[in-house]
């Protein structure tokens, strides 16, 4: 997988669950969806992804005042 990738299916290889589903937990929004995944390759996060995930329904309008992000890391 690239350093960044855009949209798609989140890659999630630690077995936490849906990251999508972190990044929208405690919203009462539905239909979330992937923007970003980066996996940075700097020193001390190499095992480290953030994700970022918007509403689907903001994106058609292009509101992104509640996109949201959530990283995971194995130590």
Request: glycine share 10%; no cysteine; proline share 8%.
């Amino acid at each position: 997988m690239p350093d960044i990738e855009l949209g798609g299916y989140p890659h999630e290889n630690e077995g936490d669950g849906d990251p999508v589903a972190y990044v929208s937990q405690g919203t009462d929004i539905d239909g979330w969806v992937l923007l970003a995944t980066w996996k940075p390759s700097m020193d001390g996060f190499e095992s480290s992804t953030i994700y970022w995930a918007a509403p689907q329904d903001d994106l058609a309008v292009g509101r992104l005042d509640r996109v949201r992000s959530d990283d995971h890391s194995n130590p």
